[in-house]
């Protein structure tokens, strides 16, 4: 079966830090465009980052960038997300997905999506005290 799985969500104290796994079945992982996204209760969900299939260039949205680092494990078929100095605001469900070309890729920007659209069903992060 062709899927994604995140795992690696929790409950973190502000300033804390998470690593988020995005790990594919059923295809080959360096072939793909992958992104993270999330989405609060009553927002619109919103891209967080994403890392190309060809060159491994990488983009963030302003509110992560120099907290949030996204990375790939080739080996593992694996997309890492790594969270940093987590704060309130972070709080979401968070889903990575690929195959995005022609879709709106909610505030980020990469080369190289794929056509055939796939999401995983996506991990909770919760930051509190």
């Known amino acids: 079966q062709v899927q994604l799985v995140e795992s690696g969500g929790g409950l973190v104290q502000p300033g804390g830090s998470l690593r988020l796994s995005c790990r594919a079945s059923?295809?080959?992982?360096?072939?793909?465009?992958i992104g993270w996204f999330r989405q609060a209760p009553g927002k619109e969900r919103e891209g967080v980052s994403c890392i190309t299939d060809i060159n491994g260039a990488t983009d963030y949205t302003e509110s992560v960038k120099g907290r949030f680092t996204i990375s790939r494990d080739n080996a593992k078929n694996t997309v890492y997300l790594q969270m940093n100095s987590l704060k309130p605001e972070d709080t979401a469900v968070y889903y990575c997905a690929t195959g995005l070309a022609g879709r709106s890729t909610l505030g980020i920007q990469c080369q190289g999506w794929g056509h055939l659209e796939l999401w995983g069903q996506g991990t909770l992060v919760t930051v509190s005290s």
């Open positions: 059923g295809f080959t992982l360096p072939y793909y465009t």
